[in-house]
């Protein structure tokens, strides 16, 4: 088989879990043409973030030198656990102090200058996913496995401009194969490469959005034709819900591609939303296990699932989310929604849910809340006596998912009788055409407890 495995920032977020995950690819490498792929360790892509933000406002000088000994500590000992050979511990060490050696003297430029650009945040970011591939392909050398690190530009990711939320483009897909392949076929090296992060044509760093080391496994997977995808998370699979929200949330075996990017889009946290993307094509099925439960079977994300009767097969929550109102009467509706979504777009607004009422304009548009203040912003021009935009920033998005809702009278009645039973306003309603998902917004305090509600009145739990 030719597998491509990828290991997020919990997997690996010490010496100790990058051995362990080492380990599992040794299991597999012996067997199959194996791919990796590995984000930053946990909570270092946040520390990156935040040092960025404290340098762009104050001359940080002090607290850089104190934010890359803490980095290179915690590194440096992720290392001395998981590399036993001191020959290849010592290249990986030479290796990451260049690396230091440069984030160091980037941050200390952002301070000088007083100015973070998106260009520059997302050269930053890269550092997490940087550092953390030598060390794992190091540990990778040192289990007796042929290993090398690449960086998502040197696999061939190539992408757009847009800086934060790049774009794979097509020529990324030959590259790859290219650059891949021959390792894996020919020379039987395991490739580490790095979650997150593309280069544009002209070589210049790019992020693919947060928990963008998906879409790189998908991405590297279509291209080569793997077999199957292994996302290696810290949960069994895709859950009924959120189990610190329904402590009786059971795994889902089996999910289609569909069901899958409508529970990542809203707000379920195991899938990046783009991630499926380049292998629904292909057929190619994503599995997700768990890396400190390896045996488990996890959930198999397929071209079609096995009916067992499920109705709504699980439940989303978003938080932190807000709804803008456009409203008014008199005037072409079609124009103003035109002008709405365009600047939206051309602000790089994230439209999650839309819904709309035409017997007089109102239309209602939930972002997250983050880009609330760039939205009121872009429109603010058209509020006038005619139009009217208003904002509701504390609100939650909950949405109920299942193929087996499509073409099922009176789903939605279920839903919303409950709801009304347990005294939980709806603010908003959006069903999408395919019938896989009920999605409304309700105070944001009582997100929760409409999960909770839900999962009960569709019995989802185990």
């Known amino acids: 088989m030719r597998i491509v495995m990828k290991f997020g920032g919990t997997s690996v977020?010490?010496?100790?879990?990058?051995?362990?995950?080492?380990?599992?690819?040794?299991?597999?490498?012996?067997?199959?043409?194996v791919v990796v792929v590995v984000s930053a360790m946990a909570g270092v892509t946040d520390?990156?973030?935040?040092?960025?933000?404290?340098?762009?406002?104050?001359?940080?000088?002090?607290?850089?030198?104190?934010?890359?000994?803490?980095?290179?500590?915690?590194?440096?000992?992720?290392?001395?656990?998981?590399?036993?050979?001191?020959?290849i511990k010592n290249k990986v060490y030479s290796t990451l102090s260049n690396?230091?050696?440069?984030?160091?003297?980037?941050?200390?430029?952002?301070?000088?200058?007083?100015?973070?650009?998106?260009?520059?945040?997302?050269?930053?970011?890269?550092?997490?996913?940087?550092?953390?591939?030598?060390?794992f392909s190091a540990c990778l050398?040192?289990?007796?496995?042929?290993?090398?690190?690449?960086?998502?530009?040197?696999?061939?990711?190539?992408?757009?401009?847009?800086?934060?939320?790049?774009?794979?483009?097509?020529?990324?897909?030959?590259?790859?194969?290219?650059?891949?392949?021959?390792?894996?076929?020919?020379?039987?090296?395991?490739?580490v490469v790095t979650g997150f992060i593309g280069i544009t044509e002209d070589g210049i760093i790019t992020t693919l959005g947060r928990g963008g080391s998906d879409l790189t496994a998908t991405l590297i997977a279509s291209a080569i034709d793997a077999d199957e995808v292994w996302l290696w998370k810290e949960v069994d699979g895709i859950m009924t819900a959120d189990p610190k929200i329904v402590p009786n949330a059971r795994v889902i075996p089996q999910i289609s591609y569909q069901e899958a990017m409508e529970l990542s889009h809203f707000g379920a946290k195991i899938l990046h939303p783009k991630a499926l993307d380049p292998v629904i094509k292909k057929r190619i099925p994503v599995r997700i296990k768990n890396t400190f439960n390896p045996d488990a079977e996890g959930t198999v994300i397929c071209e079609a699932t096995k009916s067992k009767g499920d109705i709504v097969k699980a439940l989303s929550l978003i938080e932190k989310v807000a709804i803008v109102?456009?409203?008014?009467?008199?005037?072409?509706?079609?124009?103003?929604?035109?002008?709405?979504?365009?600047?939206?777009?051309?602000?790089?607004?994230?439209?999650?849910?839309?819904?709309?009422?035409?017997?007089?304009?109102?239309?209602?548009?939930?972002?997250?809340?983050?880009d609330l203040p760039k939205a009121l912003e872009v429109l603010e021009d058209l509020n006038d006596e005619n139009v009217k935009i208003d904002k509701i920033?504390?609100?939650?998005?909950?949405?109920?998912?299942?193929?087996?809702?499509?073409?099922?009278?009176?789903?939605?009645?279920?839903?919303?009788?409950?709801?009304?039973?347990?005294?939980?306003?709806?603010i908003m309603i959006s069903q999408s055409c395919s019938e896989y998902n009920v999605s409304f917004a309700v105070k944001r305090d009582e997100g929760r407890k409409a999960v909770k509600v839900i999962h009960d009145e569709f019995k989802l739990g185990g």
Not at 336 to 355: D, P, S, W, Y
Not at 393 to 417: E, H, K, L, Q
């Open 13 to 33: 977020k010490d010496g100790s879990s990058i051995l362990h995950c080492a380990k599992l690819v040794k299991r597999y490498a012996n067997d199959n043409e």
């Open 47 to 87: 520390s990156l973030s935040n040092i960025a933000e404290k340098c762009c406002v104050e001359r940080a000088h002090g607290q850089i030198k104190l934010f890359i000994a803490d980095m290179m500590k915690r590194h440096y000992e992720a290392v001395e656990i998981a590399v036993k050979n001191d020959e």
């Open 99 to 135: 690396l230091f050696d440069e984030l160091e003297k980037v941050l200390l430029g952002i301070s000088y200058l007083g100015e973070l650009t998106n260009r520059s945040r997302d050269y930053i970011l890269s550092f997490g996913e940087r550092l953390l591939a030598p060390i």
């Open 141 to 191: 050398i040192s289990l007796g496995v042929n290993s090398l690190a690449l960086t998502g530009g040197d696999a061939g990711i190539i992408t757009d401009r847009n800086f934060g939320r790049a774009k794979p483009l097509p020529k990324s897909y030959q590259l790859i194969r290219n650059r891949i392949e021959p390792l894996i076929k020919i020379n039987r090296i395991v490739p």
């Open 325 to 370: 109102n456009v409203s008014g009467a008199g005037f072409d509706f079609a124009d103003i929604m035109a002008k709405v979504f365009r600047r939206l777009a051309n602000a790089k607004v994230n439209v999650i849910m839309v819904a709309q009422s035409s017997s007089e304009l109102n239309l209602s548009i939930v972002i997250e809340r983050s």
């Open 393 to 426: 920033d504390d609100v939650a998005v909950v949405s109920a998912v299942g193929a087996g809702m499509s073409g099922t009278p009176g789903v939605a009645g279920r839903i919303f009788s409950a709801l009304g039973r347990n005294g939980i306003n709806v």
